[in-house]
Nanobody, 124 residues
Framework: QVQLVESGGGLVQTGGSLRLSCAAS????????MGWFRQAPGKERAFVAT????????YYGNSVKGRFNISRDDAKNTVYLQMNSLKSEDTAVYYC?????????????????WGQGTQVTVSS
């Protein structure tokens, strides 16, 4: 069982930056691929970024590529999402998730554990 707790959300102006954190419980964090998803009001949950269990590979959704960066610190059982050049369309609840696999995972249905989400609001 893995519990995930996101933090770092908030209100930021267009063009600003935020760093989200996701702290995981348990001693097996390093075996899980991790991902970030987001859900805007009235829209489906959408893939943002994923990182392999080793941290050696990452993959991003087209809308955030070049602006967001996912990373992990296994010593701290934490995965991060650095968000730069934020736009109003980035406004959403952001969720982190863990998948019991080594590979990159883009499909939400393949994740085994989810956090409760953190709100990010980008204002112009």
């Amino acid at each position: 069982q893995v519990q995930l707790v996101e933090s770092g959300g908030g209100l930021v102006q267009t063009g600003g930056s935020l760093r989200l954190s996701c702290a995981a419980s348990g001693r097996t964090f390093s075996r899980y691929a991790m991902g970030w998803f987001r859900q805007a009001p009235g829209k489906e949950r959408a893939f943002v970024a994923t990182i392999t269990s080793s941290g050696g590979s990452t993959y991003y959704g087209n809308s955030v590529k070049g602006r967001f960066n996912i990373s992990r610190d296994d010593a701290k059982n934490t995965v991060y999402l650095q968000m730069n050049s934020l736009k109003s369309e980035d406004t959403a609840v952001y969720y982190c998730a863990a998948a019991d696999t080594r590979a990159l995972v883009t499909g939400a249905h393949r994740y085994d554990y989810w956090g409760q989400g953190t709100q990010v609001t980008v204002s112009s």
